[in-house]
T-cell receptor
Framework: DADVTQTPRNRITKTGKRIMLECSQTKGHDRMYWYRQDPGLGLRLIYYSFDVKDINKGEISDGYSVSRQAQAKFSLSLESAIPNQTALYFC??????????????FGPGTRLLVL | EDKVVQSPLSLVVHEGDTVTLNCSYEVTNFRSLLWYKQEKKAPTFLFMLTSSGIEKKSGRLSSILDKKELFSILNITATQTGDSAIYLCAVDSNYQLIWGAGTKLIIKP
């Protein structure tokens, strides 16, 4: 089984709809992240969480919200989807105990299309 | 503002060639620099660099960091079609990864 899983893998939705992307991990890591990837822009951080009680905004949090339901689960919501939120979304995890390194492990991605 | 810049943005070479990918950075609190390879799916970790002048190697790939000039290079020798991918550079600054836009590498047979 994959260490970091994301559901759904692909999603088409309409403008104004609320959708949720889910991420689960079996790596036992404390830190979890949500990124979006657009062609030519690399990865941009949306939100991150260092533990269940810690949620932080990233570079592009507007229009998004998150929930850290447990150490292993981190969900991303688009409250009212708009077409420029069409992108590839990645969840990632890293280990707090690995204090020197910030190696992140990525899920397979969710491809979202907002019409 | 922290930033990471990769060059070139795209590169097309023939199988067997050697390529050098560049990553320069300006960040407030450098902790490490990481290279990832992204094929069709999620990025996968290649190297982490923390000290200047120490080369990291894995097969035909190698990387080195220059903390004085604020850049890193990723070399791939004897390229193969399977090396075709987007190569991403990221810098850990204050426990957050700042990502470059990536270099799209295409290896022609």
């Amino acid at each position: 089984d994959a260490d970091v899983t994301q559901t759904p893998r692909n999603r088409i939705t309409k403008t104004g709809k609320r959708i949720m992307l889910e991420c689960s991990q079996t790596k036992g890591h404390d830190r979890m992240y949500w990124y979006r990837q657009d062609p030519g822009l690399g990865l941009r951080l949306i939100y991150y969480s260092f533990d269940v009680k810690d949620i932080n905004k990233g570079e592009i949090s507007d229009g998004y919200s998150v929930s850290r339901q447990a150490q292993a689960k981190f969900s991303l919501s688009l409250e009212s989807a708009i077409p420029n939120q069409t992108a590839l979304y990645f969840c990632a995890t890293s280990d707090w105990a690995d204090s020197v390194q910030e190696t992140q492990y990525f899920g397979p991605g969710t491809r979202l299309l907002v019409l | 503002e922290d930033k990471v810049v990769q060059s070139p943005l795209s590169l097309v070479v023939h199988e067997g060639d050697t390529v050098t990918l560049n990553c320069s950075y300006e960040v407030t609190n450098f902790r490490s620099l990481l290279w990832y390879k992204q094929e069709k799916k999620a990025p996968t970790f290649l190297f982490m660099l923390t000290s200047s002048g120490i080369e990291k190697k894995s097969g035909r790939l190698s990387s080195i960091l220059d903390k004085k000039e604020l850049f890193s290079i990723l070399n791939i020798t004897a390229t193969q079609t399977g090396d075709s991918a987007i190569y991403l550079c990221a810098v850990d600054s204050n426990y957050q990864l700042i990502w470059g836009a990536g270099t799209k590498l295409i290896i022609k047979p």
